[in-house]
């Protein structure tokens, strides 16, 4: 797993957004498995590739159409245990056309965290080589945001994970940190090595992951005080 670390507009989304080709560089190359991304096929590169982002995209039709998008032939079997993974499937069951429901134009007849939660079994049904995670839950309540987190390291497991990092406990979690500046990788390593070695990531460290720590740990206080 890598993380990508740096202030908003750094260029994080763009990095990512060259691995599937979303836009091709302008100098140097990004390569997978020491292959440069423009020399393989696209569709293939693509199949090969899953993204989930907070700004979750459904299409208007059914759960079941939205998650078929992924593998178009793709047995029950397999939607129900996409959908076990990324904590879904109970919430599915317990709707009066279960797999049926029309979520409307963008899904606006679901929650975000629900939302989410369907384009996580999309990417599971998918099971893809790379996974490509911008893991901002900011905007979810506590139980959507524990339940999308459980689901992505389940997801994680036994895959490439690129992730836009927005947790201390993915970053020190992760293999590698990219740490971003003005568009380009100025540092890499570990959490233990960019906190000894690194300005930028300790003023992220400070800013940015401590800050949500602290906030996660009062909430968790205040949860058990309750």
Not at 23 to 36: H, L, P
Not at 112 to 119: A, W, Y
Request: aromatic fraction near 6%; charged fraction near 25%.
């Amino acid at each position: 797993m890598y993380a990508i670390v740096g202030t908003s507009g750094a260029g994080k989304s763009t990095i990512i957004g060259m691995i599937p080709r979303l836009y091709d560089v302008t100098s140097g190359s990004v390569k997978v498995a020491g292959v440069d991304v423009r020399d393989y096929d696209l569709s293939y590169l693509r199949t090969n590739i899953g993204i989930v982002t907070q700004d979750t995209y459904l299409f208007n039709g059914t759960i079941l159409e939205n998650l078929l998008y992924a593998k178009p032939g793709a047995s029950r079997e397999e939607i129900e245990n996409a959908c076990r993974v990324a904590n879904i499937y109970d919430f599915i069951m317990k709707l009066p056309d279960k797999f049926e429901t029309v979520v409307g134009n963008r899904g606006l007849k679901l929650s975000g965290g629900e939302k989410q939660r369907v384009s996580i079994a999309r990417v599971v049904l998918k099971d893809p080589k790379i996974l490509i995670l911008d893991e901002a839950t900011s905007s979810l309540d506590s139980i959507s945001e524990s339940l999308i987190q459980s689901a992505l390291n389940h997801v994680m497991q036994g895959r490439t994970s690129i992730v836009i990092a927005h947790r201390l406990s993915t970053v020190i979690a992760a293999d590698k940190i990219m740490v971003i500046e003005n568009g380009a990788i100025t540092e890499t390593g570990s959490h233990e090595e960019l906190i000894g070695s690194s300005r930028k990531y300790r003023e992220l460290y400070e800013t940015q992951f401590k800050k949500v720590l602290d906030y996660e740990k009062h909430r968790l206080e205040k949860t058990e005080k309750e």
